[in-house]
């Protein structure tokens, strides 16, 4: 059993920007593996550090298509993007709250993996919208903050009762 939990808005730890990681080992690989646990048992299918309470740079994905494996990505960063899609997203750090939001198409990211190598990745489809979305949790961005202004407006009622029901039963640190 993880000793992670998810934490949800509003959360400090989700509008930080998330710390490099500087070593790979086992603690880390212990982490992603926490995290990746804690995805499943929520239905996600991608997860960042910060969602756990820990302003790391380590987010985990797997999108559950068959061609395609599962990824601990460290230090991602986006080096291209192509085309651009809207597409309906939610969040398990902001649960039963969804909007549409554009995203790049496809995407070219550079990252370490769980075995301290770089790598880089070319994904597209809901691949990539994962990653960016993820991603965006490294850096203290909440996919509500990507939407259009009518939408947004719709969706305040939701986000303040989300902010209020949130009476410090998960603690700042994810623990």
Not at 17 to 41: H, P, R, T, W
Not at 114 to 120: D, I, L, M, P, V
Not at 138 to 158: A, P, S
Request: contains cysteine.
């Amino acid at each position: 059993m993880s000793k992670l939990q998810l934490v949800t808005y509003p959360a400090s730890v989700l509008r930080k920007q998330a710390s490099a990681v500087e070593n790979v080992d086992g603690e880390l690989i212990k982490m992603a593996d926490e995290m990746f646990e804690i995805m499943y048992e929520n239905a996600g299918i991608g997860l960042a550090a910060p969602q756990v309470g820990l302003s790391n740079q380590v987010l985990v994905i797997d999108v559950r298509q068959d061609d395609l494996p599962t990824y601990v990505l460290i230090n991602p960063r986006v080096i291209k993007r192509e085309g651009e899609v809207e597409a309906e997203e939610g969040c398990l750090s902001l649960p039963e709250i969804f909007g549409e939001v554009k995203r790049a198409e496809r995407v070219q990211v550079r990252y370490v993996d769980q075995n301290g190598e770089e790598q880089t990745l070319e994904a597209e489809g809901l691949l990539a919208r994962a990653i960016q979305h993820e991603m965006d949790h490294l850096n203290g961005v909440l996919f509500i903050d990507r939407l259009g202004e009518t939408r947004r407006r719709l969706l305040d009622q939701q986000i303040r009762a989300l902010a209020e029901s949130s009476d410090g039963k998960t603690r700042e640190d994810g623990r």
